[in-house]
């Protein structure tokens, strides 16, 4: 706890949590103008998004892994991104 408690000045003094949020908002807005009818939903906060899909989600995060695309399941039916 000390460590995080530690490194928040610093978050913040450089502006990482301000351009996580301005990052994840452009990644959002780039998945929901993918026009695809497996999607159902798009959400998320800051770095840490995710896509609620009509079909399971892990052949997807499967496929999405073999690309090189950092994602995980999150339940049956949601991919969640997270970026590095």
């Not at 103008?33 to 770095?47: A, F, H, Q, W, Y």
Request: include cysteine.
């Amino acid at each position: 706890m000390t460590l995080g408690l530690a490194t928040m000045p610093l978050f913040q003094s450089e502006g990482y949590m301000q351009k996580a949020v301005e990052l994840g908002d452009y990644f959002r807005n780039l998945l929901r103008k993918i026009d695809s009818p497996l999607i159902r939903e798009v959400r998320g906060m800051g770095l840490l998004n995710g896509v609620e899909l009509s079909v399971k989600s892990i052949p997807i995060v499967k496929e999405l892994q073999d690309m090189g695309i950092l994602a995980l399941p999150a339940g049956p039916f949601v991919v969640r991104f997270c970026r590095l």
